[in-house]
């Protein structure tokens, strides 16, 4: 029980590639697996934080007011990822930019806090709130991988080239028309898969 | 860009730098709402007065309150408070004062408050470090290169309609397609400013 809790988000009710809610940031910083990562990892941290505290004030919270409470409690775990991603690693800091503050208006959050942790325990709630941004990393990873092999042939983590390979380097993957591009094909990839399941 | 001129700012903020198709802000209602022309204008025409009313306001609080005070720190919460308190007072007060204006835009402008591109402008102006005039005209012009964006993608969508679409590619796959290949011809603006 416990664990579909936790495992849903990951693939089933993926936020991304199911429910297509919080789309900026999928698009924007996919250009290396890096971003994809350290985005991915602040919006976890972000929603799970944010889920368990929503979860324990939701007994004294006013129903008529509770989304500019969600808001707040959103806005605040926001700034406090965004300071200590731009104290410890600044340089990911600067390649996320803007949408590190951008994460307080990703749908997820708000969804999550307003379908989920609003009617459930604060242990539910973190669980589905850690599930539901890892569904979102994993995401994250498949697509910037895919723009990151095809636009710059190799895979850079932290500095390292992971591997390189010998393919033509498509400099319009990494570039915005790229990102439209590489959600459609997975996104029809998915539909395909869907509609030979149901056949 | 601090130094740019006024035409620089509205020619990079509607074509060179879309936001939609150059920097994905405000992706979900541009994927969202443009299925038909008419909720894709009336969708533009509700960002671009609740933009430019939002960078106008944070432009003030920043400088009034969050610099004098050393209070910086607190720019997003307070940013989104304003934006969620600036849709429901325009709501309010359009019914009263415009009830046909209200009616045609009353659908679109609750969505407007989880609508990034308005956070993302007021940030923006900040980082720009932009006086005010300059931060009304950066305001209104991205949002028009949005309504541009949107109402562009939503002709496309309805002329789609009527086509023979492979089963998987119909809804959002063809969709995202169209978006690609409008992004490709307005990375075409790349180099103008």
């Known amino acids: 029980m416990r664990l579909t809790t936790l495992t849903n988000g990951l693939v089933k009710d993926n936020p991304t590639l199911v429910q297509l809610v919080g789309m900026c940031p999928v698009l924007a910083i996919t250009t290396t697996l890096q971003n994809g990562i350290g985005m991915g990892l602040a919006v976890v941290v972000v929603l799970a934080l944010s889920n368990l505290l929503v979860s324990l004030c939701r007994s004294f919270t006013p129903e008529r007011i509770r989304i500019p409470i969600f808001v707040i409690i959103i806005a605040t775990f926001v700034t406090i990822v965004g300071l200590l991603i731009e104290a410890f690693f600044p340089a990911l800091h600067k390649s996320l930019g803007l949408f590190i503050p951008l994460i307080v208006v990703n749908c997820i959050i708000l969804a999550r806090a307003e379908a989920f942790a609003f009617t459930h325990g604060p242990l539910d709630s973190l669980l589905d709130g850690i599930g539901m941004g890892l569904g979102f990393t994993g995401a994250l990873m498949i697509i910037s991988l895919i723009r990151e092999i095809l636009g710059t042939g190799a895979v850079v983590l932290g500095g390292t080239t992971l591997f390189q390979l010998p393919i033509p380097q498509t400099i319009s993957m990494i570039l915005p028309p790229g990102a439209f591009l590489a959600l459609a094909l997975i996104l029809a990839v998915i539909n395909g898969l869907r509609n030979r399941k149901e056949a | ?193």
């Open chain 2, 1 to 193: 860009m601090e130094n740019a001129g006024l035409f620089t700012i509205i020619v990079s903020a509607i074509l060179v730098n879309n936001f939609v198709l150059s920097r994905f802000l405000g992706i979900c209602p541009f994927l969202g709402m443009s299925k038909k022309v008419e909720t894709a204008a009336g969708m533009g025409m509700a960002v671009i007065f609740v933009i430019t009313m939002a960078g106008i306001i944070t432009w003030f609080a920043n400088k009034y309150l969050l610099v004098p005070f050393q209070m910086e720190y607190m720019q997003i919460v307070m940013y989104i408070l304003i934006i969620a308190a600036l849709v429901q007072f325009v709501e309010v007060v359009l019914k009263k004062i415009l009830p046909t204006l209200y009616s045609a835009l009353g659908i679109f402008l609750p969505l407007i408050t989880t609508n990034c591109a308005v956070l993302g402008v007021a940030l923006l102006n900040d980082q720009y470090n932009f006086g005010l005039l300059k931060t009304i005209v950066h305001s209104a012009a991205v949002a028009v290169g949005f309504t541009l964006a949107i109402v562009l993608f939503a002709s496309i969508r309805e002329k789609l309609e009527a086509n023979d679409i492979p089963k998987a590619f119909q809804g959002f796959p063809i969709a995202l397609i169209i978006a690609s290949l409008l992004s490709f011809a307005f990375l075409g603006f790349t180099g103008m400013v």
